[in-house]
């Protein structure tokens, strides 16, 4: 599984490190977290590292904030789904980023990520048990695949398209020409 935001409070990390800490175990020594974002200690919060450690999770690899962006699509590529618990986003560019990669998103029913996910994507922002059912599916789904890959969710390379440059561009000058003419 990917994370990807920093150790600010709004990214909610320790919520995410409590949600794992709690998965049944089965799921739990199934998944790896590979976490990219600044992890030191932020607005009095202990560093990721930390909460991993205060969480007894052994299955978390923190990467940095200096990954290439090319090792972060390798990341996307590989993992099984993004989770992000941000509770505020300016966009909100991993999950879309995570979309326009065929990769399943898990991510807070809150603004900004609710309004460019699918619909019924989105998981309440506290609710440990939806969030342990979404990570749950997840899992099952790679392991009734055969081989044990994942492949790219076209419709949400799809929904990602919507929000390509080129097609606010294409939109925002034909709002203009409406006006014009």
Known sequence: MLVVGSNDPRKRMNFLCKVIAGLPDNICSQIHIHHVGNSSANSGLPAISEMVKLHGLDNWTIHGSSVSDEYLMTLR???????????????????????????????????????LMPNGVCTPPDDETAWTKAITSIVELYHSNKPH?????????????????????????????????
Do not use: W
């Open 149 to 181: 890959t994942r492949k790219p969710d076209l419709e949400l390379i799809e929904h990602a398209q919507n929000y390509d440059n080129a097609v606010f561009c294409k939109r925002l000058s034909e709002s203009y020409s409406s006006i014009l003419t």
């Open 77 to 115: 590529l590989k993992c099984d789904a993004l989770l992000f618990p941000s509770a505020s986003e300016g966009f909100g560019y991993p999950p879309i980023e995570s979309m326009a990669a065929g990769m399943p998103v898990v991510c807070a029913n809150l603004p900004s990520h609710n309004e």
